[in-house]
């Protein structure tokens, strides 16, 4: 069944149009993964959809009446203030159900002091908990998994195969979308193309497509060389004729002018007959003109790490941390030594982006100890994108004066994909992919000892995160990365710090051999408790049997009934 009906649908702001001639149909079941470069015009397609921005020409039919849809924005300068709505919705049973099965619990408790301490991932959670408990009829998810924790990712992927009804979703997480949808939309040049299957289905159509226009171009170019030889041959021949055909020459030479004069017409009738033909060839070939496939976008990123340091360059004794009566962790016990590749990993709240704060100095240690060294240079990419300046150029946002220096930034903008025109543009203007972009620039344009990148592939289309991978794979120096992105952790990471249960630990493995570790540990314990049922079962068999013997006046008797009782009671305790 068709939910909506969309046609010829164009968008343009400026002199640059960003949308053109889209058109696609929605259905019940659909789950639509809608993917492209950074400013490439999704969120507009999302917005249009909405009714929050207008289309310019184009139109968007609701085949059966009204629809309820449900809305998570990409980005929201959270406040206090923003989410007094939710909250003021608490006794709503459906987000109270949501808040707890997210994680967040007792939220009708928060006080303001609470909000202004939430986590990238609380805000979220809490965003998505009032859009479900809305009652859409339809959801469109922009950015859903920015900031979320592998346990908020489960609910969402859990939830959406459960929703009845269409789900367009805009992200740039390839396990996400693997889990998540059946068909992708891809939005390239303004225009829009319609694949089947997940994300990973449509990478292996997309190569494909791409090799077989290879192979066509390649034979066009083949084709076109042989004529363009032939042709050549033929226009040769015709001067050397009209050469010979207008030569006076000696009076024997003249003696001949009749056979001159043949020529002369044979090689005026062969021009006629080259400019037909020249004529035909190029209706052909523009008829069938296959141009040559467009090189997929090479991001480059450059890091490096200057000097060499000791070995231990951080290291948290006895560190504690706590907001008023709220514990965040505490009494823990950790070391980073240089070159190590950290991943941190943990329920949303648990105080990584806190922990990050103390490790700049923006935040204080509560108890105990968090050493540094002193020589220690640190490059910070936040999860914000909003503390770039509004009104300023991209130059301008990052501060640079002296002419070698701004030429390095283009030259560096370039790379990681922003045009000219964009450069020019105010920070205002630019997508939140495209802001990631100039802060790393900023980051790019100086030597750091220390990355610590703060959900770094939030906002970032997935060529930049590809190459964003390999690059920081060669980086020499020590990388500590908040991410919720499996594919990124695992390629980049072979250690962990885990904050969980008020802990931080240091685990030394990667994501991969940490989860499978803990499904191993809960496997072992089903296996003990299945253990102690298979005894406890042997032992109530043996004590039927001798019950059968006996009397209820026998002392013994008694005994075994005791005990016959208390392994009841066991059995229960493990079954429940």
């Keep these: 069944m068709t939910f ?154 859990e939830q959406i195969k459960a929703f009845i009804g269409p789900i367009l979703i805009i992200s740039h997480d390839r396990s996400f979308l693997d889990q998540s949808v059946n068909q992708i939309f891809e939005i390239e040049e303004g225009k829009l193309q319609a694949f089947s299957g997940n994300y990973s289905a449509y990478r292996e159509e997309k190569k494909r497509q791409r090799a077989i226009l290879e192979h066509q171009y390649t034979v066009q170019q083949r084709y076109k060389e042989r004529i363009e030889g032939q042709m050549v041959q033929l ?64 991001v480059r990123f450059q890091f490096d790490a200057s000097g060499k340091r000791g070995k231990r360059l951080i290291e948290a004794i006895h560190l504690s941390k706590s907001f008023n009566e709220r514990t965040i962790f505490s009494d823990c016990n950790f070391y980073i030594k240089h070159g190590e590749r950290m991943g941190i990993i943990g329920d949303n709240g648990a105080g990584k982006t806190t922990w990050i704060k103390m490790l700049l100095g923006q935040e204080s240690v509560t108890e105990g100890d968090l050493w540094k060294s002193e020589s220690l240079k640190i490059a910070y990419l936040s999860q914000d994108v909003h503390d770039l300046i509004d009104d300023l150029t991209v130059i301008e946002a990052l501060n640079l004066t002296l002419r070698e220096d701004i030429f390095r930034a283009r030259t560096i903008l370039a790379n990681l994909g922003l045009s000219e025109k964009k450069i020019a543009q105010k920070i205002k203007q630019l997508s939140l992919g495209e802001r990631i972009r100039v802060k790393l620039t900023d980051i790019l344009m100086k030597e750091y000892d220390v990355l610590i990148l703060d959900e770094p592939t939030n906002h970032l289309d997935l060529p930049s995160r590809e190459q964003l991978e390999d690059t920081l794979s060669e980086f020499t120096g020590t990388i500590l990365v908040v991410s919720h992105d499996a594919y990124f952790l695992e390629r980049l990471c072979d250690r962990l710090l885990v904050f969980k249960d008020e802990k931080i630990i240091r685990v030394e493995t990667g994501l991969k051999e940490y989860n499978q570790n803990k499904y191993q540990i809960k496997d072992k314990t089903k296996e003990s408790a299945d253990e102690k049922l298979m005894i406890i079962n042997n032992r109530i068999t043996a004590i039927l049997g001798e019950l059968s013997l006996l009397t209820p006046g026998d002392e013994k008797y008694h005994q075994l009934d005791l005990e016959f009782k208390e392994l009841i009671d066991q059995k229960k305790l493990l079954l429940n």
């Excluded at 207008?246 to 007959?273: C, L």
Aim: with cysteine; hydrophobic share 35%; net charge positive.
């Design 235 to 298: 226009r040769q021949w015709s001067d050397k004729a009209h050469r010979e055909s207008t030569n006076q020459g000696s009076p024997s030479e003249k003696r001949q002018m009749g056979f001159k004069e043949y020529h002369r017409k044979k090689a005026k009738k062969m021009d006629v007959q080259i400019r037909s033909k020249m004529k035909r060839l190029e209706m052909e070939l523009d008829k069938n003109k296959i141009d040559k496939p467009k090189e997929e976008v090479k």
């Design 4 to 157: 909506i009906r969309v046609k010829g649908i164009n968008k343009s702001f400026a002199e640059k149009q960003i949308l053109n001639d889209i058109s696609f149909d929605i259905k019940a079941n659909d789950r639509i993964g809608l993917v492209g470069y950074n400013g490439c015009g999704k969120t507009t397609l999302a917005n249009i959809l909405f009714g929050k921005i207008k289309q310019d020409t184009g139109t968007i039919e609701m085949v059966h009446g009204s629809i309820r849809m449900g809305y998570l924005l990409q980005s929201i300068d959270y406040t206090v203030n923003d989410f007094q709505q939710v909250f003021s919705s608490v006794e709503d049973p459906d987000l109270l159900t949501h808040s707890s099965q997210l994680g967040l619990g007792k939220i009708y408790e928060w006080e303001d002091e609470r909000l202004n301490h939430l986590s990238g991932g609380e805000k979220l959670k809490l965003s998505l908990a009032k859009v479900w408990s809305s009652k859409p009829d339809m959801l469109i998810l922009d950015e859903p998994t920015n900031h979320l924790d592998f346990k908020g990712l489960q609910w969402l992927v």
